[in-house]
C-alpha cells in the first residue's frame, strides 16, 4: 500500500535560480542535484522536517509532454506549504525578499498567505 508521498514536481525555466530561491531564502535543504540524461537534471529539495521533496524540474524537448510541460512554468503550484506561525513566516521571509502575491489573512481554513517563486509560480502558505 501508498505510505506517503515521496516527492511533487514543479517545473521552472532555471534550476540553478530555484535552488537559490528555495534553498536560501525558503530554507529548503538539498537532497539530490544529479544529471538525469541529456539535457535533464535532478533537483530534489525538501523542508528541514519533511518526508516529502520538491523537485524542481526544467522541461527538455526529449522528455513527453514539453509543450505542456512549459506552460505550466509561473502559473499557481498545486501544493501548499505548511508553516507554524503565518505572521511570523511573512516577516522573515519579506526580510528576506520573498514576493508576496497575499498576505497573511484569516479564512474559514485558518490563516492563508501567497508567495512567488522566481518564475512567478504562487505557491500557498498555511497555518491553523
Known amino acids: 500500500m501508498i505510505t506517503r508521498i515521496q516527492s511533487v514536481t514543479m517545473y521552472v525555466s532555471d534550476q540553478d535560480r530555484a535552488k537559490a530561491f528555495y534553498t536560501q531564502k525558503l530554507g529548503f535543504a538539498e537532497r539530490m542535484d544529479a544529471p538525469m540524461g541529456p539535457d535533464s537534471r535532478w533537483v530534489e529539495l525538501a523542508p528541514g522536517s519533511g518526508e516529502t521533496s520538491l523537485v524542481l524540474m526544467k522541461p527538455s524537448e526529449a522528455m513527453p509532454g514539453y509543450d505542456l510541460?512549459?506552460?505550466?512554468?509561473?502559473?499557481?503550484?498545486?501544493?501548499?506549504?505548511?508553516?507554524?506561525?503565518?505572521?511570523?513566516?511573512?516577516?522573515?521571509?519579506t526580510a528576506r525578499g520573498v514576493e508576496f502575491q497575499d498576505a497573511p489573512s484569516q479564512q474559514p481554513w485558518g490563516w492563508w498567505a501567497t508567495i512567488k517563486d522566481p518564475d512567478g509560480n504562487v505557491i500557498g502558505l498555511h497555518s491553523d
Open 69 to 93: 510541460a512549459r506552460s505550466m512554468i509561473g502559473t499557481w503550484a498545486t501544493f501548499i506549504f505548511a508553516v507554524a506561525d503565518i505572521n511570523a513566516t511573512y516577516k522573515e521571509l
